[in-house]
Nanobody
Framework: EVQLVESGGGLVQAGGSLRLSCAASGLTFDAYAIGWFRQAPGKGREGISCISSTDGSTYYSDSVKGRFTISSDNAKNTVYLQMNSLKPEDTAVYFC????????????????WGKGTAVTVSS
């Protein structure tokens, strides 16, 4: 069974940085993708970044492009989201998801989810 555990959230001032981690276990598939999502209070879940295991391709939403960087450490089965130049509007619960159905990052359709880690950016 695939399990995902996020960590690294916390409280940071605007302009600061955080690095989130998504530790994955049970990913025995030849091809998969790991995506990062966030859900701000009162809003829907937003896909913000994704990385494909097949070729390392990365994707970003316009809202985080240029500020966030997704990366993976295959030896540690962990995907990271480095978040720089944080803004108050980045405040949300951040989730990672795993796609194992063969669609990769297309459509950000995930099959498994972590429970999330909260990020609060103060102004």
């Amino acid at each position: 069974e695939v399990q995902l555990v996020e960590s690294g959230g916390g409280l940071v001032q605007a302009g600061g940085s955080l690095r989130l981690s998504c530790a994955a276990s049970g990913l025995t598939f030849d091809a998969y993708a790991i995506g990062w999502f966030r859900q701000a209070p009162g809003k829907g879940r937003e896909g913000i970044s994704c990385i494909s295991s097949t070729d390392g391709s990365t994707y970003y939403s316009d809202s985080v492009k240029g500020r966030f960087t997704i990366s993976s450490d295959n030896a540690k089965n962990t995907v990271y989201l480095q978040m720089n130049s944080l803004k108050p509007e980045d405040t949300a619960v951040y989730f990672c998801g795993a796609e194992v159905s063969g669609n990769g990052c297309f459509g950000y359709e995930m099959d498994y989810w972590g429970k999330g880690t909260a990020v609060t950016v103060s102004s």
